[in-house]
């Protein structure tokens, strides 16, 4: 069993930072793919980045490269998603997720973290 937890999610203004964290427990994390998604009111879950398990492989939603950054700490078990140059439309719940490194689908989910940006 895989258990997630998010955590970093906040209010900031257009244009700020903030830095998510999900920290896993359960299984060995250097086997897993890890990816972060969000959803936005009235909307369907989107894929946002993910990362490959040595962490050399990233990679993002159009419309976030160059402003986020997706990485891992495997001596830490946690994945981090640095979020700059937040804008209004990045407003959702963020939510880690988990892969076995063998299968494309995300098994295991996190919580969720809300993140607002104000204009």
């Known amino acids: 069993q895989v258990q997630l937890v998010e955590s970093g999610g906040g209010l900031v203004q257009a244009g700020g930072s903030l830095r998510l964290s999900c920290a896993a427990s359960g ?4 086997n897993l793919h890890m990816g972060w998604f969000r959803q936005a009111p009235g909307t369907e879950r989107e894929f946002v980045a993910s990362i490959s398990r ?4 990233t990679y993002y939603k159009t419309s976030v490269k160059g402003r ?3 990485s891992r700490d495997n001596a ?3 994945l981090y998603l640095q979020m700059n140059s937040l804008k209004p439309e990045d407003t959702a719940v963020y939510y880690c997720a988990a892969r076995m490194a063998t299968i494309l689908k995300y098994d295991y989910w996190g919580q969720g973290t809300q ?5």
Not at 54 to 57: A, L, R, T, Y
Not at 115 to 119: A, E, I, K, Q, R
């Open 76 to 78: 830490k078990n946690t």
């Open 54 to 57: 040595s962490g050399d492989g």
């Open 27 to 30: 299984r060995t994390f250097n």
């Open 115 to 119: 993140v607002t940006v104000s204009s």
């Open 68 to 70: 986020f950054t997706i």
